[in-house]
């Protein structure tokens, strides 16, 4: 039994595969998470490889083969890079491509994920340069309470104390007043919103999800 679908998608990640092959990891919109090879993506189908990079957002047709499925057609929608994107813009649309990647199970459609990181990224893409960390630190701190890990900020997690917070604790998922003392590491809390993202990062890196 074989089947052919299309479906539009966002280019998460892609490697090379066997000699001539790419693989692809697809976030789609009604499949969830799926990937595809392309057959010979690097040397006779350049054509097709152009529209395989990641971060993208493309309509893609998969057909199922014996050993998986294989990418028939892709073809751009929207990149979500431009030409001389810099390189933080990119290192930001690669961490919510990649949490995306690793924190959602294959072939689970997500409708308010599939938006979630369509708006990041293309909010990323627009940002004047001075909003780039609080856009980043927002949405990243909403797909990770998209997928359960919401950071506790507004009071100390282990006391309830709101004031005098002054250290993230990444295995407790939450901020500390000045009085706790854990062991693990921690990191220095401030509650502005260009910070969000490093506490978001450091409890996503604890859940080895980042
Ligand atoms: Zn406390």
Redesign the pocket.
């Known amino acids: 039994m074989s089947s052919t679908f299309t479906d539009c998608a966002i280019v998460l990640s892609r490697e090379a595969w066997r000699e001539a092959d790419k693989r692809v990891v697809f976030f789609t919109l009604q499949h969830g998470k799926i990937d595809g090879v392309a057959v010979g993506a690097h040397k006779i189908r350049s054509k097709l490889a152009g529209h395989l990079e990641p971060i993208r957002s493309v309509d893609v047709m998969l057909a199922e083969g014996k050993q998986g499925y294989k990418i028939a057609q892709c073809v751009t929608r929207r990149n979500f890079v431009d030409p001389g994107c810099d390189i933080e813009r990119l290192r930001m649309m690669g961490g919510l491509v990649r949490l995306t990647q690793r924190a959602t199970e294959v072939r689970h459609s997500d409708l308010i994920l599939y938006q979630l990181l369509f708006d990041g990224l293309s909010n990323l893409q627009q940002a004047g340069e001075t909003d780039l960390l609080k856009i980043y630190g927002k949405y990243l701190c909403t797909l990770a309470e998209h997928f359960g890990y919401a950071p506790m900020l507004a009071?100390?997690?282990?006391?309830?104390?709101t004031e005098?917070?002054q250290r993230f604790s990444p295995h407790l998922g939450g901020v500390?007043?000045?009085?706790?003392v854990v062991v693990e590491k921690t990191v220095l809390y401030d509650a502005t919103d260009t910070s969000l993202h490093k506490y978001v990062s450091a409890l996503l890196s604890w859940r080895g999800l980042f």
């Open positions: 009071a100390c997690v282990v006391c309830g104390e005098n917070l500390l007043c000045k009085k706790e």
